[in-house]
């Protein structure tokens, strides 16, 4: 391949960036909705329930189920959920987030690629390497707020960067403000992610040596930057005060646990890793577990939402494969920002686990974009720039794979067809809504998996009322004939089975077990 085919390459990609994206999606949804589903753990679970919650009763409805996430939960970014759900129901989980939220997030990806390299062709090959990491072109469409992290904290550097020689620097000053605000109230954790990351930043940008001594320039512009990430935080902050002081601890109903210091009550981080994959926390399960995110799986990819198998794709060797071509072309800033990426992720101890890998997302993503537009002008490695674009582009088809993934057997995750297409190919986890009976559902402590969003109905008709403990159950339901005889109408989710010797009869069968939903108390037939 000729140098002219490579720059004609770049130039094109360059100069149909949007419509190129724009087809992309468009294309992933089309398989979603006809063929694919939502793909999700957690967003059935508790990120999506409070919102069909608020939807319903303009209130998030916490208290009516017993799900431990659900204690000191407060949605933000799952909040841009809200409009079409209340236009759409169910279909809405598979627009909002690929239509909306994902176009945005690429954009803070070029941004900054653009600003670091003064380059279209930079933020062009940076937002690509974004798009094909399988967690981030995944999660849009499943309820998942790792990968908006990740594109906010992109944009939290290049506010940094255009406020440095701003000719306005208070309208620069406001992007600051939004993009630490965005990360630290998505993500609890953001906050103390935002404050490593920035004090690196601000070190490299405003920490000069003069004559063997340090010195610090542009005191004014630093003043701005730092007051503008103290009022971006200030909301966060504020949530976890109150935290602090209600719960114990700032992170409530997670343990604070931040570069070995621990503080309050809460799920330990050792739990919670193990929950997410890791054995023990130990470097050597810190390696098999980022070489299984990042390099090799072990098993078939799949649920790249979740990412633990290969969730990061291969966009880490791709960037390790360019990785010299970045070091001879990079600005001293540059590299300095790459280092302090990867610092703060092993400081976070979130790089083996690639949907909480968020400023090392942000280093692969500036590797790349300043390495491709490079090889594309190099008169040597012709090779290398296809193999690493072709590389990139493979990942894109994702869906594609998944279409295959979700005809083996124990492979694919759950799925739900939020839409009712004839076509839906969910395998063997197929998931699909209750049907709209606008009932009103008593959960007996637990629904099958803690699935809570099919519960409602592809339209939302129907309601969850409360979730009862079994302990509340009584000898042949006694303490739930109170709640009977208010609402005759009520209905039971039963999946522990323990009203199984009580009175009652199948208001709607089940295909995995005898029956889905329970009448209790039914009246005599006259």
């Not at 060797?317 to 001879?328: D, E, N, S, W």
Request: charge should be positive.
């Amino acid at each position: 391949m000729s140098e002219t085919r490579r720059t004609r390459f770049a130039d094109w990609l360059g100069r149909y960036r949007g419509w190129l994206l724009a087809a992309w999606i468009v294309h992933a949804v089309v398989l979603h909705a006809l063929l694919l589903g939502m793909p999700s753990w957690d967003g059935f679970a508790y990120r999506l329930p409070p919102i069909v919650e608020l939807v319903q009763h303009g209130g998030l409805g916490l208290d009516k189920y017993w799900v431990f996430p659900f204690q000191g939960f407060i949605p933000f970014a799952e909040l841009t959920q809200a409009p079409l759900l209340a236009v759409l129901g169910l279909p809405a989980l598979l627009l909002t987030g690929p239509l909306i939220v994902f176009p945005l997030c690429v954009l803070a990806i070029y941004k900054l690629g653009t600003k670091l390299t003064a380059s279209t062709q930079g933020g062009t090959f940076a937002a690509l390497a974004y798009v094909a990491i399988p967690l981030v072109n995944d999660q849009p469409f499943s309820g998942y707020i790792d990968y908006i992290v990740s594109a906010a904290v992109a944009y939290f550097v290049f506010a940094l960067l255009e406020l440095d020689g701003a000719a306005r620097p208070r309208r620069a000053a406001v992007r600051i403000v939004i993009a630490v605000a965005i990360v630290s109230l998505t993500k609890p954790t953001g906050l103390y992610v935002c404050a490593m990351l920035s004090g690196l930043v601000l070190v490299g940008r405003f920490v000069a040596r003069d004559q063997g001594r340090l010195r610090i320039v542009g005191k004014r512009t630093l003043g701005i930057a730092l007051a503008a990430i103290a009022i971006g935080a200030l909301p966060a902050l504020t949530i976890q005060v109150i935290k602090l002081v209600h719960y114990g601890g700032p992170l409530y109903p997670y343990q604070f646990n931040v570069l070995g210091l621990k503080l309050g009550p809460g799920l330990p981080a050792k739990e919670m890793f193990a929950q997410s994959g890791l054995a023990d926390e130990t470097w050597r399960e810190f390696g098999a577990n980022f070489v299984a995110g990042w390099v090799w799986p072990r098993g078939a990819p799949s649920a790249f939402y979740d990412s633990r198998s290969l969730g990061g794709g291969w966009v880490l060797v791709v960037a390790l494969a360019v990785l010299p071509v970045f070091l001879r072309s990079a600005t001293r800033f540059e590299k300095w920002l790459g280092v302090s990426c990867v610092i703060v992720s092993v400081l976070a101890r979130d790089f083996w686990y690639p949907r909480w890998s968020y400023t090392l997302i942000v280093a692969l993503c500036m590797v790349i974009g300043r390495a491709l537009p490079e090889l594309a002008r190099a008169d040597r490695h012709r090779w290398r720039f296809w193999l690493a674009v072709g590389g990139l582009l493979l990942h894109l088809a994702r869906p594609e794979y998944e279409l295959w993934l979700v005809r083996q057997p124990g492979l694919g995750g759950p799925r739900l067809d939020v839409i009712g297409s004839p076509w839906f190919q969910g395998g063997a986890a197929a998931l699909a809504p209750m049907p709209d009976l606008h009932a009103r559902f008593v959960i007996l402590e637990y629904t099958r998996d803690g699935f809570l969003v099919p519960l409602y109905g592809q339209r939302l008709t129907n309601e969850v009322v409360a979730t009862i403990p079994r302990a509340h159950v009584g000898p042949r339901c006694e303490g739930l004939r109170q709640h009977v005889a208010r609402d005759p109408q009520l209905r039971f989710i039963d999946d522990l089975d323990t009203t199984r010797g009580c009175a009652r009869t199948c208001a709607l069968p089940d295909k995995w077990g005898p029956c889905r939903v329970w009448q209790l108390f039914p009246s005599p037939a006259r």
